[in-house]
T-cell receptor, first 120, second 113 residues
Framework: GAVVSQHPSWVICKSGTSVKIECRSL??????MFWYRQFPKQSLMLMAT?????????EQGVEKDKFLINHASLTLSTLTVTSAHPEDSSFYIC????????????????FGAGSRLTVL | SQQGEEDPQALSIQEGENATMNCSYK?????LQWYRQNSGRGLVHLIL?????REKHSGRLRVTLDTSKKSSSLLITASRAADTASYFC?????????????FGKGTHLIIQP
């Protein structure tokens, strides 16, 4: 089945530094990937849609200059948390829609394992 | 918007018992999906039920869908300690989020060995 690899699984950084999280589709091409943020015991909050070869689309209230998204190829999207602050500490998850599954009419997402960011 | 509402929010049962989680939603849907999330991990797709289906089985999972009541249930039979996780329903509906799905808040299931 479709596999999405997310790296790193956890990262600790100092306040003011930038952190990059990678999301790769390993065995399928993903023209679109999605980035979420999840607080403890809460549901997923969609942050942005990453589009291959074009600008990301951000959800309302998400700062695009704070959360930089780059979708450089059909298998890689990156989320960079710039000038991180303690309030950016969270669990970040990416997902991708397998184009093969999509063509069958089923909108099923494959998720990465998530990245735990702790900003000191 | 998060239109799915799971209930209960938390459920603790003994190993071997059946676990039932419910999901309610507000708009018409194309399909409804259930995902599982182990602590500190991403979500894993479990099962999808289309709007014209009423019941679906996959191993120890049984999902029902009642479109007239806009609700779904997920039953895990003969639960195991390894079933401990959070379970989310997600609706695929017109006008949903950019990812096409709207996730509920989840049910945290604990299976006591």
């Amino acid at each position: 089945g479709a596999v999405v690899s997310q790296h790193p699984s956890w990262v600790i950084c100092k306040s003011g530094t930038s952190v990059k999280i990678e999301c790769r589709s390993l065995d399928f091409q993903a023209t679109t990937m999605f980035w979420y943020r999840q607080f403890p015991k809460q549901s997923l909050m969609l942050m942005a849609t990453s589009n291959e070869g074009s600008k990301a689309t951000y959800e309302q209230g998400v700062e695009k200059d704070k959360f930089l998204i780059n979708h450089a190829s059909l298998t890689l999207s990156t989320l960079t948390v710039t000038s991180a602050h303690p309030e950016d500490s969270s669990f970040y998850i990416c997902s991708a829609r397998d184009r093969g599954l999509r063509s069958s009419g089923a909108n099923v997402l494959t998720f990465g394992a998530g990245s735990r960011l702790t900003v000191l | 918007s998060q239109q799915g509402e799971e209930d209960p929010q938390a459920l603790s049962i003994q190993e071997g018992e059946n676990a039932t989680m419910n999901c309610s939603y507000k708009t018409s849907i194309n399909n409804l999906q259930w995902y599982r999330q182990n602590s500190g991990r991403g979500l894993v797709h479990l099962i999808l039920i289309r709007s014209n289906e009423r019941e679906k089985h996959s191993g120890r999972l049984r999902v029902t869908l009642d479109t007239s009541k806009k609700s779904s249930s997920l039953l895990i039979t003969a639960s195991r300690a390894a079933d401990t996780a959070s379970y989310f329903c997600a609706t695929d509906a017109p006008g949903g989020g950019a990812d096409g799905l709207t996730f509920g808040k989840g049910t945290h299931l604990i299976i006591q060995p």
